[in-house]
């Protein structure tokens, strides 16, 4: 077998493709031994999430339930006040959550709402959970206010590969995606930077996130995989038949190379979780997976239960932990 997971200084896109293309039990047996060597293979990080800003989004990104351009009967709500949001964090916590990330709608934060954010994530740190946000594009100036107010992650994703970018966003670019995530490292703040599959693309698009992701210096700390959950309503959702949903296997397969090519990075199980199923999950854990969103919601959709993840993790030997339960040092 081809060894393809030794550290590259780039990756390219041919041996992204060779790794999508191995067999299936080599490809796993490279990932799992990928993340034995930089993880406790049964530790899950478990970050929970709340929209504190829900609808009305002025982008047009063609999945999302909270594009102002879809009519998908979401109500359009304003910004959370900060009791509200401590109220969801401590809750979070007690149920053993570590992490705690908050989304917004917005293309970006106008300085007012940052403000408030930034009170926010305060005072949520202030009860012990690390802190993410997702508030879309940043300013100069905007990440450094968030990393003075303790942020220790900012989300903002790649979605998926350069070249497909423009057949699911037009209201911002690729380019723009980058020069946040330019400003968030910076700052010195944690990225949490992944994409989205299931949207209708190759294969060869989904090596191109990866390669992107992958090819990120220095890589995302947090790199979540979404799997398109189709919201009536939504471009997507019109566009896309069952016979265009990605293969389980194949959504697998990309866990398992996102975990070869950046294999200090937690990689996490992210939106459409619950449609996947426990067999699926687990093959997924065995690919490297080892994070969650963990609690009922995401931000608009369903996510498993605390109960049904408490019953997966019991039945898998697995445990929840937050960063502590990485092996090596770093960050
Ligand atoms: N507005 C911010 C932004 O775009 O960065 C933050 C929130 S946005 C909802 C966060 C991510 O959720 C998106 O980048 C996308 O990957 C994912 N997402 C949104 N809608 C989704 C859907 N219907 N199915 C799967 N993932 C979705
Ligand atoms: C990410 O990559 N996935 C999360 C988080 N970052 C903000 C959001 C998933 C959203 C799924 C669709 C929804 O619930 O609206
Ligand atoms: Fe707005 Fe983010 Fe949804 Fe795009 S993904 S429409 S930027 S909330």
Redesign the pocket.
Same mark, same amino acid.
């Given at each position: 077998m081809n060894d393809l997971t030794q550290p590259a200084v780039a990756w390219s896109l041919a041996q992204v493709e060779a790794l999508f293309a191995l067999p299936f039990n080599d490809l796993m047996f490279q990932a799992q031994t990928v993340h034995r060597r930089n993880f406790d293979a049964n530790a899950v990080q478990l970050s929970t999430l709340l929209s504190i800003k829900t609808g009305g *989004?002025s982008?047009d *990104?063609g999945? *999302? %339930?909270?594009s102002a351009r879809h009519d998908t009967g979401l109500e359009r709500e304003k910004l959370l006040d900060v009791t509200q949001v401590l109220e969801a964090a401590k809750a979070a916590k007690d149920a053993g959550a570590t992490r705690f990330c908050m989304? @917004? @709608?917005?293309r970006g934060p106008k300085d007012k709402d940052l403000g408030a954010v930034t009170e926010m994530v305060r005072e949520v740190k202030a009860l012990g959970l690390e802190t993410c946000v997702? +508030? /879309?594009m940043l300013k100069p100036g905007q990440a450094e206010e968030l990393k003075a107010a303790g942020l220790d992650y900012y989300?903002?994703?790649l979605?998926t590969a350069s070249e497909f970018y423009g057949q699911v966003i037009t209201t911002h670019t690729h380019d723009d995606r980058l020069n946040t995530l330019s400003h968030v490292r910076n700052a010195g703040i944690h990225v949490c930077c /992944? /994409?989205?599959v299931g949207l209708g693309e190759s294969r060869r698009v989904r090596a191109g996130l990866i390669m992107e992701l992958a090819n990120l210096n220095p890589q995302p700390e947090s790199v979540?995989i979404?799997? +398109?959950?189709?919201?009536s309503g939504?471009p997507?959702a019109a566009q896309l038949g069952a016979e265009d949903d990605l293969d389980p296997l194949e959504f697998v397969r990309t866990i398992a190379v996102a975990r070869i090519t950046m294999p200090a990075s937690h990689v996490r199980l %992210? @939106? /459409?979780r619950r449609e996947l199923g426990e067999a699926v999950q687990a093959l997924c854990f065995l690919a490297g997976a080892n994070s969650v969103f963990y609690g009922d919601r995401l +931000?608009t959709?369903g996510n498993p239960d605390v109960d049904a993840d408490e019953a997966l993790f019991a039945k898998l030997g697995l445990k929840g932990e937050g960063v502590q339960g990485r092996r090596c040092a770093g960050h």
């Open positions: *989004c982008e *990104c999945y *999302c %339930s909270q989304g @917004a @709608a917005w997702t +508030l /879309g989300n903002h994703n979605d /992944g /994409g989205i979540p979404n799997m +398109l959950v189709k919201v939504t997507m %992210s @939106a /459409g +931000l959709t």
